[in-house]
Structures are given as structure tokens and as C-alpha cells.
């Protein structure tokens, strides 16, 4: 990764057209081949930018933009369409290049997947007397999160997502569908388990009377007492 923090104009031509006058600036040269500029703010969002694949050309500037104090110009086309962005440097404050290696990733806590061992845990979430018949219930279509039975012995089948959204509660659609068929489980009730729940799809649940359960994950793992809560 290059990095170079400069005193920057900067032009994109395209699909669309925008300036970046005169001021100083990071700019981000990747290992990809993107190249990004920065301001001191607007969070991690860039100014401008080329994505991949796109190749980068430093030039001298002609005499014209040499008059103006420009020092370098670099030209970064795009290598499968016709937009390009040209950035002309009057004053590099720093340039330094790292090699930063193979990146692991972002590894999120609090995936479906921990979300759904914590909750087979935990079944009791689901109300007093649920019982876990299993993790990964498999279907036709796929993998029930977890199947469970409730208080009186009738089958729960639970989706977890971290967000859940309107394709959460449309999926879990298609899994009571199919398992309403089966004459050993039905009936079978829906629970829609997430962290956070947006609007849309609690409106979409309660229609089709699916349940919706969001999901405290620092509770459940043990870390928030909620018992020491002031509210």
C-alpha cells in the first residue's frame, strides 16, 4: 500500500463528471490497484476513487499545468469502461509504501452461527418448557436453524439471522410450509430470532403469525449483567 498525503486537484470523467479543486489530501494506492483521496473527515469514506481493474500512470505535467505548480500527474484509467481519474499533485507532504500482506479478514462476532449455538444453549429463550430437538434441521430447501418443542409439545422451528429483515421472515416461510406437511410435526410454529429487527419484517412476521424474539448476544454469552442494568 502507497500512501501519500499532497496538496491534490483532482478530475473524474465518465459515467459522471466531478472536480476536486486544490487542497491537501490523502491519497491511497493499493495492491488491488485502486486509488482513493482522502479529506481529514467524512469517516471512511473517500472523496473520489477508482475501483479495480484500473491502471495507474505518473506523468509530468505540461507546461501549462506546470505554470499552475503542478508537480506530477497521475492518470488512472479504468480498464473496462471510459472513466477516468486524473489527479494533478503541486506539493507532496509524505510518501511511504508498506507491504502489509495477506489480509485474514474480518472475522464479526456475534455470527448466525454462534447466534444459533448460544441460542440451542439457551432454548428456554424461547419461553418456559421449549425444549431443543435439534441444530440444522434439514429440509428440501436447507437447514432449519434450530427445531425445538414448546411447552405443550408442539414443534417451533427458529430462524436466526444478526439483522433480521424481510427475507429472513420470507425464508422461514418456505421452511413452515414445507414442514407443516410432514404429519409427525405439525403443526409447526415460526420464531424469528435476531439482533435487531427492523420494522418491516415484525409487520411481515405477526401477518403470517410467526413469532419475533431479538436476541441480547452480550446477555447470552454472559458479558452485559443485566441484573446490574439501571435501565
Not at 501549462?64 to 507532504?93: C, F, N, P, Y
Not at 444459533?116 to 429440509?139: N, P
Request: glycine share 8%; with cysteine.
Amino acid at each position: 500500500m502507497r500512501l501519500v498525503v499532497a496538496r491534490c486537484s483532482a478530475r473524474y470523467t465518465g459515467r459522471l463528471t466531478a472536480h476536486l479543486p486544490l487542497a491537501t489530501r490523502l491519497l491511497v494506492v493499493k495492491a488491488d490497484g485502486s486509488v482513493l483521496l482522502h479529506s481529514d473527515g467524512g469517516s471512511y469514506k473517500p472523496l473520489n476513487w477508482m475501483s479495480p481493474p484500473c491502471a495507474m500512470a505518473v506523468g509530468e505535467p505540461d507546461a501549462e499545468a506546470r505554470d499552475r505548480g503542478v508537480t506530477q500527474v497521475w492518470s488512472v484509467q479504468h480498464q473496462k469502461s471510459d472513466d477516468r481519474l486524473e489527479i494533478e499533485l503541486h506539493e507532496v507532504h509524505h510518501d511511504s509504501s508498506h507491504d502489509l500482506g495477506v489480509d485474514p479478514g474480518l472475522v464479526k462476532d456475534g455470527v448466525e452461527a454462534h447466534l444459533q449455538e448460544l441460542l440451542a444453549a439457551q432454548i428456554e429463550l424461547l419461553g418456559a418448557g421449549h425444549s431443543l430437538v435439534r441444530r440444522e434441521y434439514m429440509t428440501a430447501i436447507g437447514p432449519v436453524d434450530i427445531l425445538a418443542k414448546d411447552s405443550a409439545g408442539g414443534t417451533v422451528a427458529v430462524e436466526i439471522k444478526r439483522r433480521g429483515d424481510i427475507d429472513g421472515v420470507e425464508q422461514l416461510t418456505r421452511y413452515l410450509e414445507l414442514l407443516n406437511r410432514d404429519p409427525l410435526l405439525a403443526p409447526v410454529r415460526g420464531v424469528f430470532a435476531a439482533q435487531e429487527i427492523k420494522p418491516q419484517a415484525r409487520v411481515l412476521a405477526r401477518d403470517r403469525g410467526i413469532d419475533c424474539l431479538v436476541l441480547d448476544y452480550d446477555a447470552m454469552r454472559g458479558v452485559d449483567d443485566v441484573d446490574s442494568r439501571l435501565f
